[in-house]
């Protein structure tokens, strides 16, 4: 609708002020409500995962594994996030064009997958946020210490090999490290990209610091690197 102009014998400009303001806040009004409605708030992924399975929930992080790294053994094209309290593996099929620091926002359903906690969802309700990329840290860790607290989260263990290269193919690589306060599973996935060849030539006794995933398949906690840079040896 077109508004008239201010002429003689017509009402002034100012008359419509008050009409105008109070219109402009309505629409205001009404489009922050329908934002809100469409992007329900986030609940913070520590919380989010103590939810009961198949419940819905919306979390918001950076990507600490970017998607596709664990193709080869969990069998689609998902990807971690992580925020201040906690962090969480989405499953997802479709792989997604982001990497590692983006900020993302998710809403799914939450599962299992051999025990470890899981985020299922659709592309549609995958949004990348705005905003310069922020690597996650990995919080160090004693390799004792990876469990149920710490699934989901990136950490970093060091140890001394205990249990040298087991071929886990297609799915991956496995050995064992030990910083003294208990041993710990070190998954390499095959789609991480790191080399097998190096990862035969550890010896038992060496020592290797490991950032990765801390994951769980079935009883067994786990470290799995996302990509060749993550595994050194000291």
Not at 74 to 85: N, V
Not at 174 to 181: E, M, R, T
């Amino acid at each position: 609708m077109t508004l008239p102009l201010s002429s003689p014998g017509r009402t002034s400009r100012s008359a419509f002020w008050l009409p105008s303001l109070l219109l402009g806040v309505t629409l205001a009004t009404w489009v922050v409500g329908c934002d809100n409605e469409a992007r329900p708030s986030a609940t913070p992924i520590s919380q989010a995962r103590a939810g009961a399975t198949g419940s819905s929930v919306t979390v918001e992080g950076a990507v600490s594994v970017a998607p596709g790294t664990f193709v080869s053994a969990l069998g689609d094209e998902g990807f971690s996030l992580q925020d201040d309290s906690g962090g969480i593996y989405v499953k997802i099929t479709q792989k997604l064009d982001f990497g590692l620091g983006a900020r993302v926002r998710v809403t799914g359903t939450l599962d299992e997958q051999n025990k470890l906690r899981i985020l299922k969802a659709e592309p549609a309700n995958v949004q990348t946020l705005q905003g310069t990329p922020q690597l996650v840290q990995p919080v160090t860790v004693r390799t004792g210490e990876v469990n149920e607290s710490r699934e989901g989260q990136l950490v970093q263990v060091t140890g001394n090999v205990t249990q040298t290269f087991q071929d886990d193919s297609p799915y991956g690589y496995k050995l064992y490290v030990n910083d003294g306060s208990g041993e710990v599973q070190i998954f390499v996935h095959v789609s991480a990209g790191l080399d097998k060849a190096s990862l035969q030539a550890l010896t038992a006794g060496q020592r290797i610091t490991v950032v990765g995933l801390a994951a769980q398949y079935e009883t067994t906690y786990e470290v799995a690197p996302r990509q060749p840079s993550d595994l050194t040896v000291n």
